[in-house]
């Protein structure tokens, strides 16, 4: 009876928060690479500097990375960015595991929600709090 009751609060608790469990190992794994800064003559695409930003600071803006760089950096003998250049081949195997891990938490969070869809014996709530799981953080970042 008890383990009953764990097993279906635990997929209540799931569903609800399989969203953000997503979107936060997606944009964490953009992170990884800082794909969601400029950095060189990269600039990141907005979408994916917004995201980053509401991952970081709950702010669904454009973070301080996004303006251009001074003129100044790119004359000779102006400091630069080097820490991509320094990285250690553990720093390098490092973000690797954390991408397999980041990927395989989506996954395994997005197969646990179709499990708890198509399992649960009140396919109503079960979608009820899927649904809201991804609207309410929409709709707070709205407001």
Known sequence: MLSSTIRRWHSYIGLFIAPSVI???LTGATQLYGLH???GHYRPPAIVEKLSSLHKDQVFAFGHHHEPLPAAADKPGAPQDDDNDKDETSTVILRGFFLVVALGLAFSSAFGAWMGL????????????LISGALIPVILVMV
């Open 23 to 25: 979107f936060f190992a």
């Open 118 to 129: 198509t399992q649960i014996r009140r396919p109503r709530l079960a979608s009820g709090l």
């Open 37 to 39: 800064e400029a950095h």
